[in-house]
């Protein structure tokens, strides 16, 4: 059984990173949430070497510290904030881990649990460094940045889709498929939500420059009943789609979109026990999507 909970000692340690600066969390291959049923979901807030970087004519910089102020701010804690990869602009270079740690800082500083996973932007090694993460940690599946959350509601299985760094395209790959099924399988009390980079391709008569083994995540997800949702980013896009009752989310980008009309944000995620409430929070209150609410049912 390759998921294990962080013994205590471990845990004293990294409360004791947490209080001086930033927790990776992600060290945690299993981690029981807190009891709130709110989730706050980023995606690609390529994060550049400077927090002046500027790139598609847009600040990154304040886009995430507008969503982060915002984040802080909420009545009602989030149990957790994931960033679903391209957390640096380019390709996870050090100074630009040095300029996103500091500003997702207040998430963890306002004691908010940050999980993030790794998009083709992001360089594992400069992460795992930047983020305090033990490189030569045994892992469920080796040099893979994957974990599962536990919560009141829902367990998260964060999964690990950058390929080659600053390339296009992401897989997962047979071991960390196997590695899914097996704890998809053993964790069958309660729904399981899936978070990835890369975002599905369904039209083969296109070019894929998103998750190359999409046909072999469906053979794991599809028949897995407990599997209500699927999550990912990379395209810059909000969007809701299903596959034989399974939703596909596209998170929205925090940094920028691709399509002139596609809103950059994040999402307010609401569990409850038979659906989720999904609530875009955009940069442009004036974006038609903005603070619209969709129930998501979950599938029997
Ligand atoms: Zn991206």
Redesign the pocket.
């Known amino acids: 059984m390759p998921l294990h909970l962080t013994p205590r000692r471990e845990f004293l340690r990294r409360a004791a990173l947490a209080g001086a600066g930033l927790l990776a969390s992600r060290e945690l291959f299993a981690a029981e949430a807190g009891a709130s049923s709110r989730w706050a979901l980023l995606s690609?807030t390529?994060i550049g070497p400077k927090p002046e970087s500027v790139a598609r004519e847009t600040n990154m910089a304040d886009h995430l510290r507008a969503v982060v102020k915002e984040v802080t701010a909420l009545k009602t804690a989030p149990a957790a904030v994931f960033i679903n990869g391209?957390c640096a602009l380019k390709a996870g270079f050090v100074d630009e881990y040095a300029t996103f740690t500091s500003l997702v800082k207040p998430l963890t500083e306002a004691g908010l649990t940050l999980h993030m996973t790794l998009?083709n932007?992001d360089d594992r090694a400069n992460f795992w460094k930047a983020l305090n993460v033990a490189s030569d940690a045994a892992r469920p599946v080796q040099s893979k940045h994957i974990s599962v959350i536990k919560s009141a509601h829902a367990n998260w299985f964060l999964l690990d889709s950058l390929d080659i760094v600053d390339k296009a395209p992401g897989k997962l790959e047979q071991a960390q498929r196997d590695w899914l099924a097996k704890a998809l399988d053993e964790h069958k009390d309660k729904p399981a939500l899936v978070m990835v980079h890369h975002n599905v391709h369904l039209d083969p008569t296109k070019p894929n420059s998103a998750l190359l083994d999409t046909n072999e995540l469906f053979e794991v997800l599809l028949p897995r009943k407990q599997v209500k949702a699927l999550f990912y980013?990379?395209s810059?896009k909000w969007e809701l789609k299903t596959q034989d009752g399974l939703h596909l989310v596209n998170l929205p980008?925090v940094a920028y979109a691709f399509a002139k009309d596609q809103p950059t944000g994040w999402v307010d995620c609401q569990l409850k026990s038979g659906s989720a409430t999904l609530e875009l929070r955009a940069h442009n209150e004036q974006h038609p999507a903005h603070g619209k609410k969709t129930d998501l049912k979950w599938r029997v």
Do not use: L, R, S
Request: no cysteine.
């Open positions: 690609d390529h391209d998009g932007h980013g990379h810059h980008a």
